[in-house]
């Protein structure tokens, strides 16, 4: 699936059940800019994040690129502004019109 302002690279390919549109999945990732300054980590707080996918409750670059992985499985996101946040960004962490780098990691699916 080729989906314009995504970029979704398998760093490791899961095993187990396919994440789809209005399943709940279960992760952990680390996003960065791409001048290498972290965001927001999900590992740094130990706890790992659920949200229902292709519901609108993460931005559309997430719906669009965590669809299709596998449990066990991690994937490179780089995410332009519109999938992003776009031209508002998110308070004083991400700037506007940033692009958004994730490694999400698919650890269960309901």
């Known amino acids: ?26 992760v952990q990732y680390l996003g960065t800019l791409t001048d290498g300054t972290k965001f927001d980590s999900s590992y740094d707080r130990d706890t790992p994040f659920d949200f229902s996918l292709g519901a609108g409750e993460v931005i559309k670059g997430w719906d669009y690129g965590v669809e299709g992985m596998r449990v066990g499985g991690k994937r490179k996101l780089t995410i332009a ?30």
Do not use: R
Not at 4 to 26: C, F
Not at 99 to 106: A, D, P, S
């Open 1 to 26: 699936m080729q989906i314009e302002g995504l970029t979704i690279e398998d760093l490791i390919v899961g095993t187990g059940a396919t994440a789809s549109a209005g399943k709940k999945v279960t």
């Open 81 to 110: 502004p519109e999938l992003g946040y776009g031209m508002t960004g998110a308070g004083s962490i991400i700037p506007p019109n940033a692009t958004l780098i994730f490694e999400v990691e698919l650890l269960n699916i309901e």
